[in-house]
């Protein structure tokens, strides 16, 4: 029987939470039929042989190279044909009828060609990343300077993150985050697919940009929450996660129209730019506190 949803996960390394998501999907109720697409980027822990023999329900592509997030995804979509697309990440353990939910959803707001959830992190609170506007200038000042932190309420201060937004109201946004990102096949006809040309990081904000460059709505829907266990075993990141996310922000700056060219671009770039810098400097110094007796 043809299905209502592709449910696409790529993985690398991460085989226990990835069998939890999956143990996740198979305890939760959900009304609509669905396939799940499993790409794994050539993990080294085990992960295909562990979903092979607990899930074999999966359609499970175990790539020879990492192929990133990006192209790892395009290629279980290009295997689809459902009316609609869930990308989830692995590290995430969705509740009954999410998927009923954000369909639901979907279908009553025509205009919309994409939607996301509320997404608590495993303490509860709310992952900031789950709603966003795209970046400008001024919003890398506000992170680089502790000022989004400080004043999470200002909609002036606090306006990548919206935080100054009821978490349990829906909202209409700029961008939701890719570990819960559902799209109308109509949509991706239109729009077409991630961009490759990014390997990881800031390829969801592309993905938003695009859609709403090609007048599709993008949702933020608190009606169903899905956790997401995203920076549970460290406070800190490795040099090379950070380095990643800014330059890849830096591509997205490169890339699209937003913002405008000239100076308004150059002060974005610097404001990313700084941000980096501080955020690489905190997190030598947590490194330092955590190593010294």
Known sequence: MPKDLTVVIVSYNCREVLLDCLASMERSRQDVSYEVHLVDNASTDGTPQAVREGHPWVNLTASRENLGFSKGNNLAMRQSDTPFVLLLNPDTLVGDHCFDHSIAFLKAHPGAGMVS???????????????????????????????????????????????????????????????????????????????????????????????????????????????????????????????????????????????SPGLSRWLTLAGIRAWKWLTLARNFLRRDKRVRP
């Not at 799209?183 to 390829?203: K, P």
């Not at 990141?237 to 922000?249: H, L």
């Open 117 to 259: 959830c509320r997404l608590v992190t495993g303490d509860g609170s709310l992952d900031l990343a789950c709603r966003r506007s795209f970046p400008s200038a001024w919003d890398g000042f506000c992170r680089a300077a502790g000022l989004s932190r400080r004043f999470p309420g200002s909609r002036l201060l606090a306006r990548y993150n919206l935080t100054y937004l009821d978490e349990l109201a829906p909202a209409q946004v700029d961008a939701v985050n890719g570990a819960y990102m559902m799209v109308t096949r109509r949509a991706i006809e239109r729009v077409g697919l991630l961009d490759e040309d990014y390997f990881m990081y800031m390829e969801d904000m592309d993905w938003c940009w695009r859609f709403t460059q090609a007048g599709f709505e993008v949702h933020y829907d608190p009606g169903c929450t899905v956790t997401h266990l995203k920076g549970q075993s460290s406070r800190t990141q490795s040099t090379k996660m950070i380095r990643a996310f800014f330059d890849s922000m830096e591509l997205y700056c490169v890339k699209n129209s937003h913002p």
